[in-house]
């Protein structure tokens, strides 16, 4: 991290193109050779600080309290992470706007953005799927007793109508089970909006040049653009 914390502040006080891969060595207080060692470009040397932001969120989401809806984990782990003093200091946070800033004029440093966003998605996916898994025993667990206590929930044609957490309803067939690779595949859509939505926020809030109360902030930006999946049928999103 020391060296990703160099490149970081020769990129924000004398641009990208001003700074060579030994600068940063030099700034590190290593050879080039070992900065060679860890990265193959200049760029990627920014990697760590770019990925230690999306890996405060994706925990955040993971930590949230069990019963929390998804919506609701999400919303609350960019209010925690994405406002300054969350973690990083205010100074730590104008680096980060610039860093994210330079990726709209720089393609090298866009790609390295933009991997660090799909390596967190592909983790957000996880999550969420961990979730789901977790709200789907819990709502199974109350289906079942409801049936012991009623004895109904049971068609003619042997199928059941599941009342999830959040209070929609899934039609599950008579083998019990909705389709893993259609449930992975809504999985992965919801984990590639809600990065999509978090990232616009972060990117819209780089570009712009306010610094008043009265301008929104990332988290605020991203919560907004988060409202998207609010509605998202999480709950059609069960196996048993």
């Known amino acids: ?15 990208l193109k001003g700074t060579r891969a030994e600068d940063i060595a030099q700034a590190a207080g290593i050879a080039p050779r070992t900065f060679y060692r860890y990265f193959a470009a200049k760029e990627e040397a920014v990697a760590p600080l770019y990925e230690a932001g999306a890996r405060r969120w994706v925990e955040a989401v ?22 300054p003093g969350a973690g990083e200091s205010s100074d730590s946070w104008m680096w980060v706007r610039t860093l994210v800033r330079l990726t709209h004029s720089t393609p090298s ?11 967190s998605e592909r983790a957000l996916s996880e999550v969420l799927a961990a979730r789901v898994r977790a709200g789907t025993a819990t709502d199974n667990d109350a289906e079942h007793a409801a049936r012991a ?31 893993s690779a259609a449930v992975d595949a809504r999985l992965r859509f919801a984990a590639a909006v ?12 780089a570009a712009g040049d306010g ?16 409202a998207t ?9 069960t196996e048993s």
């Open 62 to 83: 993971r930590a949230a309290p069990p019963g929390t809806s998804v919506p609701q984990a999400l919303e609350d782990a960019v209010r925690s992470t994405l406002r």
């Open 211 to 226: 610094t008043g109360e009265d301008q929104p902030g990332p988290a605020e930006l991203a919560v907004a653009n988060l």
């Open 109 to 119: 440093l866009r790609r390295v953005w933009a991997e660090v966003c799909q390596t």
């Open 194 to 205: 809600a990065s999509a939505a978090v990232r616009a926020a972060v990117e819209g809030w």
């Open 1 to 15: 991290m020391e060296i990703a914390r160099a490149a970081a502040g020769l990129f924000v006080r004398q641009g």
């Open 229 to 237: 999946l609010r509605d998202f049928p999480w709950d059609a999103l």
């Open 149 to 179: 206590a009623h004895g109904d929930g049971t068609s003619r044609t042997g199928s059941t109508t599941r009342v999830g957490s959040t209070g929609s309803t899934t039609r599950v067939g008579s083998t019990g089970r909705v389709d």
